[in-house]
């Protein structure tokens, strides 16, 4: 069983879900998962987890991620995007400038209400198959943020532009506000991701290059280790005779502790001074003395000790 994380390129046509269905066919087994839905009409990175790494799905929600989009101005539809029911049509008579500030107004710590059309649940039940059934429910203002907007295009009533957005964003809807902004309304026309958190678009790899590799024997290769996701914490090995401590995921001791090393620098941190700095490294990952990674652990100060947070035997 191939355990880790692999980078997908998914092609506008299939749902997330079709995407993970034919993987499962290709490398031959039942575990995989992905996160960060991708609508069916869109493309671009999807963040799929083989093995034990489908243990990460709750922490790769929180990720950052990049898309590059094509609005429509002047459209509104029931759908926020151009698959859906149009609902309105109006004439685009503000000017690339006007339109440039409305989106701009936009970055930083906003408010958005998700779509209708979406994976979110109310009284157990998705928001999609309701608005099928013709229904629309008042849904709450969630917080995201906007890191950044780079405009590309303006050709009216089309303006292309890239956005870093926080989890939880709905570009759809990102498309419908500045249309709303502008008083002549908008959706969403195009979506590609290209990036979520270290996955790029670049990096990327079609089902049908996927399954190449996999007849080829290669695709081993582009599988990266489930540890790559915690890149930014530090390194935690236990002695020898405590590995049995984190195969159970029971918590850890100082006395536990073999070293512990600075994932960016490579450097052994002193531990006397983690010891009294605790609260910068909360997080580790875990490793035994073979340099085996086991899981995720966090520190708690108040007890002094290290507890699992996450295991990935």
């Not at 941190?269 to 003395?289: A, Q, R």
């Amino acid at each position: 069983m191939y355990n880790g994380l692999i980078n997908v390129y998914k092609e506008p046509g299939f749902t997330s879900m079709d995407a993970v269905a034919v993987l499962r066919g290709i490398l031959k087994q039942k575990k995989i998962g992905h996160t960060g839905t991708l609508d069916p009409a869109a493309e671009g990175v999807l963040m799929v987890c083989l093995g034990n790494a489908t243990k990460l799905c709750t922490f790769l929600e929180d990720k950052d991620k990049e898309y590059e989009c094509r609005m429509l101005l002047g459209t509104e539809t029931d759908t926020e995007d151009t698959t859906g029911t149009v609902l309105r049509k109006t004439d685009v008579e503000c000017s690339e400038e006007e339109i440039a500030d409305a989106i701009n107004s936009f970055i930083g710590d906003i408010k958005q209400i998700p779509p209708m059309y979406s994976a979110l649940k109310k009284d157990g039940k998705k928001l999609y198959e309701l608005a099928r059934e013709g229904k629309v429910i008042e849904r709450e203002a969630r917080d995201i943020k906007i890191y950044g907007i780079d405009i590309k295009e303006i050709n009216i009533p089309y303006v292309t532009f890239t956005v870093h957005c926080s989890k939880g964003t709905y570009i759809r809807s990102l498309c419908r506000d500045i249309g709303e902004k502008l008083g002549c309304g908008g959706c969403m026309d195009h979506l590609k991701r290209t990036a979520v958190s270290f996955f790029e678009e670049k990096d990327s790899l079609k089902l049908s290059e996927i399954e190449a590799l996999a007849k080829e024997g290669k695709i081993d290769e582009f599988i990266l280790p489930t540890s790559d996701v915690f890149s930014d914490l530090k390194s935690l090995y236990v002695k020898e005779e405590s590995t049995k401590i984190i195969a159970n995921g029971n918590p850890l001791l100082w006395s536990n502790v073999e070293k512990i090393v600075d994932t960016k620098n490579l450097r052994v941190s002193n531990i006397e001074d983690i010891k009294e700095n605790n609260g910068e490294f909360e997080m580790f990952k875990v490793y035994t003395s073979e340099n085996y990674f086991m899981a995720v652990y966090r520190y708690d100060a108040e007890n002094d000790i290290f507890k699992c947070e996450k295991m990935f035997l």
